[in-house]
Each structure stands twice: as C-alpha cells, then as structure tokens.
C-alpha cells in the first residue's frame, strides 16, 4: 500500500500512529475488496491549528475537527443510502484514494471523554476517513446510517467495540 503519512505533530509518534493507520487502513480496504498494495493515501497527523486552517480552507468552517478527507475522485451514490461507485486504477496501475487529516489535540479529547482508548479512536477515525474516500458519506440519514454500519462492522471486524454505543454507566 502506498500509504503516506506526514507527521506534522510529534505526539502522534508516541500514539503509535503508523501502525493503528496501516491496521485501520487495511481493514476499511479490505472489507471492499480492495487490495491495499494497490491503493494509494495520503494522512497528514497534525494538531488543532492546523487542522482548523485547513477546515477553513476547504469547508468554510474555521474551527478544529477530528478528521478531514479529500477523495480523489468523486464516487458518492447519486441517491442517499445507494452505493458508492468502486474506484479504478489510474494508467500507473494504482488507486489513487485521496488524503485524509486527524488532528492530535481533538482526537485525545474525544477519547478521553468518551473513555476510550486513543488507539481505538484513532482507528475509528482513519477507517472513517478511508470510508469518505470511498464516496460514503453522512450527509442524509440514510447516509449516515449506512456509513456508521459500515464502521462498526469494520470497527469490529478488528476486535474494537461499536464507537456509537454509549456507556450509561459512566
């Protein structure tokens, strides 16, 4: 796999995050079918500044988030709730994907509050990220209930727990 990642916030090292990105990544991709050697991902891991510049660069929306994705290709379904189109290999043989941002600082947060694992979250989120590269999205309902379907399948097929379950007892 052609995955590339930037670190550009050195707390990402210590989160481990080459490794839960490969894991995370292969799993999304494989449960399409889609050879990981075969595609190609750009992730930036970065810190909330940054992040929040880039929100606001492409979204219009000037303040921090997880995790942002740039598909190479538009592969959305033409209804809510259909299926995305596959994506195909360019004339090199390769599938390009796109790029993907997960900003350190909102990451930890929504961990901690969620009293979870930062390596579970961090996964949640790339695989997240893969699955916007792939056309999902969670613009409507039935979008959004497609797209966290498929996260928690994915999520656990990985042994991680439904990130949409909350724990009452907290």
């Excluded at 909330?48 to 190479?72: C, Y």
């Excluded at 941002?101 to 990220?129: F, M, Q, W």
Aim: charged fraction near 25%; glycine fraction near 8%; aromatic fraction near 4%.
């Amino acid at each position: 796999m052609a995955l590339e990642i930037t670190v550009e916030d050195s707390r990402w090292q210590q989160a481990g995050l080459e490794h839960h990105a490969h894991q995370a990544v292969d799993a999304a991709l494989g449960h399409f079918d889609l050879d990981p050697e075969e595609c190609e991902i750009a992730l930036l891991a970065c810190d909330d500044d940054q992040i929040a510049g880039l929100n606001a660069e492409f979204r219009e929306k000037p303040v921090a988030t997880n995790v942002l994705s740039w598909p190479a290709d538009d592969l959305a379904a033409s209804e809510p709730g259909g299926q995305p189109l596959r994506p195909e290999a360019d004339f090199t043989g390769e599938i390009p994907l796109g790029d993907i941002a997960i900003a350190y600082d909102t990451c930890v947060r929504e961990a901690n509050a969620a009293n979870k694992p930062l390596s579970d979250h961090l996964r949640h989120l790339i695989v997240h990220g893969v699955l916007h590269l792939l056309g999902y999205d969670h613009i409507s309902d039935l979008d959004a209930t497609v797209m966290e379907g498929l996260e928690v399948e994915i999520l656990g097929n990985m042994g991680l727990d439904n990130p949409y379950t909350v724990d009452d007892s907290l």
